[in-house]
């Protein structure tokens, strides 16, 4: 009997402990959210900005680009895809067809061959004809330069106008969301979305719209270079005293 209590009151002390532990859990997870919440003010974004300008002066748009016709094939072929591969195809694919006319007579196979690499070819290649054809036939061979416009081109979204728009026309439109923009605002606290379009939406309230484009670019950068997805880099962390996701 004796034996038989021991075990029932050891059980009943591991049962008490794990009941606490996870108490102990729920309310870190609640303060966590109410530090990450906390961060969603035009002060910390004006400061995470400030900070993030002076560490990455010289970021900008890693595809590389002429003009608005290279940028736009370059951003639906980085779909799922590097930068740096998009780059190791496009200046063959720029050779072969320099304009929205030459594109749109492109030979299909030859197409998809030339882009293989960068995945999802099939698809890439009838939306890359497809756009063409379309500035060919409705804007004379020429990339429009209006949101509405963009997006009305196959194969072309609001990131991908975004893109286009704010590094070739100088039009603040909006913010591009890729996934290291995504993750590192809602570490930030500068949003608690997982939709691209409403963690726009959160971030372009937040910032000037003179920043929208340079803030993806910065954002990017610290991605790539320091706030890597689980192996973050928080001792060379430029915003680690602001973060709520930093371990200091």
């Known amino acids: 009997m004796k034996t038989v209590k021991k075990r029932s009151k050891r059980r009943s002390v591991k049962q008490s402990k794990k009941v606490k532990d996870k108490a102990k859990a729920k309310v870190k997870v609640r303060a966590k959210e109410k530090r990450i919440a906390s961060r969603a003010t035009t002060a910390y974004a004006t400061?995470?900005?400030?900070?993030?300008?002076?560490?990455?002066?010289?970021?900008?748009?890693?595809?590389?680009?002429?003009?608005?016709?290279?940028?736009?094939?370059?951003?639906?072929?980085?779909?799922?895809c590097t930068d740096v591969r998009v780059?190791?195809?496009?200046?063959?694919?720029?050779?072969?067809?320099?304009?929205?006319?030459?594109?749109?007579?492109?030979?299909?196979?030859?197409?998809?061959?030339?882009?293989?690499?960068?995945?999802?070819?099939?698809?890439k290649a009838k939306s890359l004809e497809g756009m063409?054809?379309?500035?060919?036939?409705?804007?004379g061979g020429r990339v429009p330069r209006t949101m509405d416009e963009l997006t009305a081109l196959p194969g072309v979204g609001r990131k991908t106008a975004n893109v286009v728009l704010g590094n070739v026309f100088g039009e603040n439109d909006g913010v591009v969301v890729d996934t290291?923009?995504?993750?590192?605002?809602?570490?930030?606290?500068?949003?608690?979305?997982?939709?691209?379009?409403?963690?726009?939406?959160?971030?372009?309230?937040?910032?000037?719209?003179?920043?929208?484009?340079?803030?993806?670019?910065?954002?990017?950068?610290?991605?790539?270079?320091?706030?890597?997805?689980?192996?973050?880099?928080h001792d060379e962390c430029v915003l680690r005293h602001l973060c709520p996701s930093a371990e200091v």
């Open 47 to 80: 400061e995470y900005y400030r900070l993030l300008r002076a560490a990455y002066p010289d970021a900008k748009c890693a595809l590389h680009h002429h003009d608005a016709y290279e940028l736009l094939v370059a951003t639906i072929l980085s779909a799922q």
């Open 87 to 123: 780059n190791m195809v496009t200046p063959a694919l720029f050779k072969r067809w320099p304009n929205a006319t030459a594109l749109a007579h492109a030979d299909r196979g030859a197409l998809e061959e030339m882009i293989k690499s960068t995945g999802f070819f099939r698809n």
């Open 132 to 139: 063409a054809h379309a500035v060919v036939e409705k804007h």
């Open 180 to 233: 290291h923009v995504a993750r590192l605002s809602r570490l930030m606290g500068l949003t608690r979305e997982t939709d691209p379009v409403k963690i726009e939406q959160d971030l372009m309230r937040l910032f000037p719209r003179e920043d929208w484009t340079m803030l993806s670019h910065l954002l990017i950068e610290h991605g790539r270079k320091v706030c890597i997805a689980n192996r973050p880099k």
